[in-house]
């Protein structure tokens, strides 16, 4: 995948098969203005249809539109893509072109060819002509992202390589959870049967209270709280076991399927088409003081198409020297806190480079890290 910004606040990212335009602020969550995908309509949001005159349906037909065109506006001193519409199309509105970005320069050469790359990957994606005022030479294609090596190790996640199919991920959660979480029932359910059997053996036999050193202004309480206890404790039980129910052991992510999976076994919990992502978020918060860079709670979430969140993997484990060999230690506890584009091959720890290797599978999505200290 390639990116390029256009502005402060926009970027261009696009592939063989997806172009998108993208507009980033400070303090809010990217959000996507245009998408163009093979076979598929020309697509876009609300704020592009009305300041584009276009139908508020948001999308536009292959069929309706004609050809990919870049050129120089003097006055607005930039580059300016934009796409033709078929006859038919442009007597709904006053023109049959429309502005999809621009790239302002005083320079007309200094964006010439970043334009002439955009615009001809828009074209590529949509199978029309593109047209421009000036010929440029093509430019190389990118070299292939090098992302880490697999397996990766994150803390009881472990991410591998699929087996079904070639492009295909698959996290694997570790058995020592399960066993961590059976020890921990078993422990609430000794306490329940402690509390019980002293509560009951307190009201019915010749277990004496005691009449001083309690909080509580009336000792004969004593025996109602322990049942309390044990009733808080049985619930405490019920929820967890709930949650070892629900809990996925596995994720799959399938390039091939374009699909997101979770499994319990050989059940599918739940699936999501790749086409609801538009970018993947990795979170890790650091420990703020300490010699070596230390990640707290890390987790991976899916940036869905109509604003939510979908949580992947969370790991809350303590990670103590959490850069990858290849990272620079001392640079990875420099860096400030806040939300940042992460290139797939910049990746410093084990959880980010995971997010990398789900963010290429799945279309080469946007990658943004989510840096915090406590």
């Known amino acids: 995948m390639t990116r390029i910004a256009i502005s402060e606040h926009s970027l261009v ?4 098969e997806r172009w998108r335009l993208i507009h980033i602020e400070d303090l809010e969550a990217p959000k996507l203005v245009v998408e163009a995908k093979q076979d598929q309509p020309f697509r876009y949001n609300g704020y592009f249809a009305v300041s584009r005159d276009l139908p508020e349906a948001g999308e536009i037909a292959l069929g309706d539109l004609g050809q ?22 442009a007597r709904l509105r006053s023109s049959r072109w429309f502005e999809v ?4 320069h005083p320079d007309p050469a200094e964006y010439q060819a970043a334009a002439t790359q955009v615009g001809k990957a828009l074209a590529a994606v949509l199978s029309i002509p593109f047209a421009t005022t000036t010929a440029i030479e093509p430019e190389p294609e990118p070299e292939p992202i090098a992302l880490e090596a697999l397996p990766l190790e994150l803390g009881i996640w472990r991410l591998d390589a699929g087996g079904e199919a070639e492009g295909e991920l698959q996290f694997q959660r570790s058995p020592s959870w399960l066993r961590g979480k059976q020890r921990q029932l078993a422990w609430y359910a000794f306490l329940v049967l402690l509390y019980t059997w002293v509560s009951i053996a307190t009201l019915t036999g010749d277990l004496g209270l005691p009449n001083a050193g309690t909080l509580i202004p009336d000792p004969s309480w004593l025996p109602y709280l322990g049942l309390v206890v044990a009733v808080l404790l049985i619930l405490a039980i019920a929820r967890q076991a709930l949650l070892m129910l629900r809990a996925a052991d596995r994720l799959r992510i399938s390039a ?3 699909t997101v999976s979770a499994w319990r076994g050989s059940v599918q919990l739940w699936q999501l088409e790749a086409s609801a992502v538009q970018a993947v978020y990795v979170s890790e918060v650091f420990k703020k003081r300490g010699r070596r860079p230390t990640v707290l709670h890390g987790e991976i979430n899916l940036h869905l198409l109509d604003g939510s969140f979908l949580p992947l993997l969370i790991d809350a484990d303590k990670v103590v020297d959490a850069a990858l060999p290849k990272a620079d230690a001392d640079a990875l506890k420099q860096l400030p806190a806040g ?11 084990a959880m980010q480079a995971a997010a990398a290797h789900v963010a290429v599978t799945l279309g080469d999505l946007p990658l943004y890290y989510d840096r915090r200290t406590r």
Do not use: Y
Request: aromatic share 10%.
């Open 13 to 16: 990212d696009f592939s063989a």
């Open 68 to 89: 990919v065109v870049l050129g120089w506006s003097q006055e607005a001193a930039s580059w300016q893509l934009g796409l033709t519409l078929s006859p038919d199309f």
């Open 101 to 104: 970005l621009r790239l302002a």
């Open 256 to 258: 091939s399927h374009e």
């Open 339 to 349: 939300i940042n584009a992460l290139e797939a091959d910049e990746a410093q720890t």
